[in-house]
């Protein structure tokens, strides 16, 4: 299948796909007239490429998945290393989500003082 019928049938875009190919997570080949020329097993490598990234990983961290890409991530029992990543991926945005929330107090904490009513601003997350 051409990428256009690929980006169709897993909703994605062929920007995507091609930035998927650049970052080693997806290959094509190369039909006659130049157009990249998928199997059938790409829409499940996207699939799960797509359902990796909706889980808060990064490329980065799909990379680390590598064949295993081509079978059913969704259902199957990770492996330590790939547990690892994900952890280590939870860590971060643990601490971006910390930070966000000493930043959006400080904000709210300044707009407070700056519009006069001095009252403190509790945090929606506690």
Known sequence: MRIGELAKATGTTTRALRF???RGLLSSARAVNGYRTY????VRRV?????????????????HF???LDGDVPNSRPSEAMLDVGRRRLGVLDDRIATLARVRDELA??????????????????
């Open 20 to 22: 998927y190919e650049e």
């Open 39 to 42: 199997d059938e097993q790409a």
């Open 47 to 63: 699939a799960n490429i797509r359902y990796l990234l909706d889980a808060g990983l990064t490329l980065e961290d799909i990379e």
């Open 66 to 68: 590598g064949a295993c």
């Open 109 to 126: 904490e300044r707009l407070a003082v700056a519009s006069g009513d001095g009252a403190t601003v509790v945090s929606p997350a506690g």
